[in-house]
């Protein structure tokens, strides 16, 4: 996001920071100018990002002034909205760095990376890097620190994996000897510490304090206590479900960040029989054809006293016919707003992105 499109919001005495580029299934990163533009015009004080990923949405509600609450179900982007959304004002200097990036001789470290992970996303040196990393940063005492820490460690593994999944046993795509006609193989082999301390300093330029009680919550969005949220605004950016082809199953995708931001129980939730050790499966109506309808009603008439928005694509389930007739029913008045956008990770297909509002 650019320090110009803060400058839209900026009528507050606060100075919005930059936030960095991520690469997540589903990331409205490049559509937030857009959503914005959209929402601009509601009135609303308190907004909750019920699905907010990477944060970047929450991050331009932050930026606007707004009092933000952002949830998400995996415990790795909760620790993303801590680091840049309820977080105000902390940053990590060169004492925190070398913290974490030494060995504490008097510590005794586990070894689950490197122990149950051989060959399957990094090489064996990396395994042991992050297998220390990884538990320096839990032993960090501040938990912004920690949560911005996390961060930075997250987007290093991501750059280092090929198409920055976690979902095949595919380290071979990285290493295979063979002329390569599309190349991220200098990204893939860049050291992790590289990689880290870049999105160190990245991270750094995006804290910034908005002056008001921002908060990060980790739950399933059907557990929230509806009253103790009390949002003016509701902005829902749920996985897409396509009434054809693949589902975005992000649990398949990100076990393994899952796994670092919960290393001690980790290894109580690998599936020792899957090929590239994920962790085991709980069923979601969310990534499911045959439930999301119910569960997507249900989820929003739980806010029905809040404005809402939604992100949303053609051809998903509901459609948007479908959720324009709810939201009417539930008393809304609907506009739906497209926009033509292409998706980084899929650059063939063109979709349309859609922001429907129930006001
Ligand atoms: C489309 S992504 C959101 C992307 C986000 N707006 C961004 O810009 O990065 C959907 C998110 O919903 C989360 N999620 C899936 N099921 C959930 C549930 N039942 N409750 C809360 N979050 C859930 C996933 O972890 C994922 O991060």
């Known amino acids: 996001m650019s320090l110009d499109l803060m400058d839209l919001f900026s009528g507050e005495p606060f100075q919005s920071g930059i936030f960095p580029k991520t690469r997540y299934q589903g990331s409205k990163y490049k559509l937030t100018k857009w959503i914005a533009d959209c929402l601009?015009?509601?009135?609303?004080?308190?907004?909750?990002?019920?699905?907010?990923?990477?944060?970047?949405?929450?991050?331009?509600?932050?930026?606007?002034?707004?009092?933000?609450?952002?949830?998400?179900k995996m415990h790795f982007n909760y620790q993303i909205a801590k680091a840049f959304i309820e977080n105000n004002a902390i940053t990590i200097n060169e004492e925190d760095i070398n913290f974490v990036l030494r060995k504490d001789p008097s510590y005794l470290y586990k070894n689950i990376i490197s122990d149950h992970f051989e060959g399957i996303y990094y090489l064996h040196d990396e395994d042991i890097w992050l297998d220390m990393v990884t538990q320096n940063i839990h032993r960090m005492h501040n938990e912004y620190k920690r949560a911005i820490m996390f961060w930075a460690l997250f987007q290093s593994c991501l750059s280092k994996r090929p198409y920055n999944l976690f979902h095949r046993n595919n380290l071979n795509v990285r290493t295979a000897d063979v002329k390569r006609s599309f190349g991220n193989k200098a990204t893939?082999?860049?050291?992790?510490?590289?990689?880290?301390?870049?999105?160190i300093k990245?991270?750094?330029?995006?804290?910034?304090?908005?002056?008001?009680?921002?908060?990060?919550?980790?739950?399933?969005?059907s557990h929230i206590a509806y009253d103790e949220v009390n949002a003016d605004l509701v902005y829902f950016?749920?996985?897409?479900?396509?009434v054809k082809g693949?589902?975005?199953?992000?649990?398949?995708?990100?076990?393994?960040?899952?796994?670092?931001?919960?290393?001690?129980?980790?290894?109580?939730?690998?599936?020792?029989?899957?090929?590239?050790?994920?962790?085991?499966?709980?069923?979601?109506?969310w990534e499911d054809r045959k439930f999301i309808s119910q569960e997507f009603f249900k989820c929003i008439s739980a806010f029905k006293n809040s404005k809402i928005a939604i992100s949303y694509r053609e051809d998903g389930i509901p459609s948007i016919?479908?959720?324009?007739?709810?939201?009417?029913?539930?008393?809304?008045?609907?506009?739906?707003?497209?926009?033509?956008?292409?998706?980084a990770l899929s650059k063939k297909t063109k979709v349309r992105e859609v922001l429907i509002t129930g006001v």
Not at 202 to 221: H, Q, R, T, Y
């Open 40 to 72: 601009g015009h509601l009135d609303f004080e308190t907004v909750l990002d019920a699905f907010s990923g990477t944060s970047s949405v929450a991050y331009m509600f932050k930026a606007m002034g707004k009092t933000v609450i952002a949830n998400d």
């Open 188 to 199: 893939w082999d860049k050291p992790f510490e590289q990689h880290f301390l870049k999105f």
């Open 237 to 242: 950016d749920p996985p897409y479900v396509p």
């Open 202 to 221: 990245e991270a750094n330029l995006a804290i910034f304090d908005n002056k008001k009680p921002n908060k990060a919550i980790n739950s399933d969005i």
């Open 321 to 343: 016919d479908e959720i324009t007739a709810f939201l009417q029913l539930m008393g809304k008045r609907v506009e739906v707003n497209y926009v033509n956008y292409k998706y």
């Open 246 to 285: 693949s589902l975005t199953m992000y649990m398949d995708f990100y076990h393994f960040l899952e796994g670092l931001a919960n290393y001690d129980s980790w290894e109580t939730k690998i599936d020792f029989n899957s090929k590239n050790k994920a962790m085991l499966k709980t069923k979601s109506p």
